[in-house]
């Protein structure tokens, strides 16, 4: 298991957040900048969209930001320069190293697999495992190092979330193909 590459893991959303400005006017910016929109009866921040690299930046008035709809973490750093660089234009006070970190990736992979989600529930600890099939195809796993939740569907496929870099979601994959090693069925 150590050292697989998964080569069918997909970055579907990688969501960060932190701090950018001591301050934000959200007035202001929404008007001097273009794709920028405030609605304060729908929502408390502006959301300032992207389109290349293509991602959603919600920015509030206490300097706060967050970071959603990148799909690979070397879009991180280019939309977070280009939404700096037009706060710093429309006049706001950026901080000199702003704080920002990523706080999730979701991921997608798909096993190769059939799973049976009731060998699953039967084998493994239930404590980790939520599974209501009336109300929900897949099984939800939460694997507590790292702290990654995976949502399992009998097809083979997955989704991983929680995970704050790469190697986390990876070291999940590990941990999961290791505990359904004895649940999986034939080849799809």
Do not use: H
């Amino acid at each position: 298991m150590d050292g697989k590459t998964y080569s069918s893991l997909k970055i579907e959303n990688i969501v960060a957040s932190g701090v950018i400005a001591e301050e934000i006017d959200l007035a202001e910016i929404s008007e001097k900048i273009d794709g920028c929109e405030l609605n304060t009866k729908r929502f408390p921040g502006a959301v300032y969209r992207i389109d290349s690299p293509k991602m959603a930046s919600l920015i509030f008035s206490s300097g706060k930001v967050v970071l959603t709809g990148i799909r690979n973490e070397e879009s991180l750093g280019e939309g977070l320069a280009k939404v700096l660089a037009s706060l710093k234009e429309a006049g706001v006070n950026v901080l000199d190293v702003p704080r920002v970190a990523v706080t999730n990736i979701v991921c997608s992979y798909d096993i190769g697999r059939f799973i049976n989600l009731n060998r699953v529930v039967a084998t493994l600890s239930l404590e980790a495992i939520e599974y209501e099939p009336e109300q929900f195809p897949g099984l939800v796993y939460r694997i507590k190092d790292p702290k990654i939740v995976a949502l399992l569907f009998s097809s083979g496929k997955i989704i991983l979330t929680g995970g704050k870099n790469l190697d986390d979601v990876r070291k999940g994959l590990d941990f999961l193909e290791e505990s359904l090693k004895d649940v999986l069925t034939e080849q799809k």
